[in-house]
């Protein structure tokens, strides 16, 4: 009865370690090899997007809270902020 619970459990990690590898070929055929760029493309993309809508909204923010936006500083004052912010201000 031992030996027969062996040869079942050899036969189940046999089928199970034949379909990993059956997997892992098929991941590395042209077509599988395509599909991971296109996803990696894609992530790229997506993150791309997000860091340019986080700048675009660190901006906003910016621009309000130096009052460009307000009118309470003009466009050369606040790049001049920008440029050199630890010159001292008159």
Do not use: K
């Not at 990690?13 to 599988?32: C, E, F, N, W």
């Not at 460009?68 to 050199?84: F, K, N, P, Q, Y």
């Amino acid at each position: 009865m031992g030996r027969l619970v062996w040869i079942g459990l050899g036969a189940v990690a046999g089928v199970v370690a034949v379909r990993r590898a059956a997997g892992v070929a098929r991941s590395y055929t042209p077509a599988g090899l395509q599909g991971r760029a296109s996803g990696w493309a894609q992530g790229a993309r997506a993150f791309a997007a997000e860091v340019r809508a986080g700048a675009a909204e660190r901006e906003q923010e910016l621009r309000v809270a130096l009052g460009v936006d307000a009118g309470a500083m003009s466009e050369t004052e606040a790049r001049d902020l920008i440029d050199h912010p630890s010159s001292p201000r008159g």
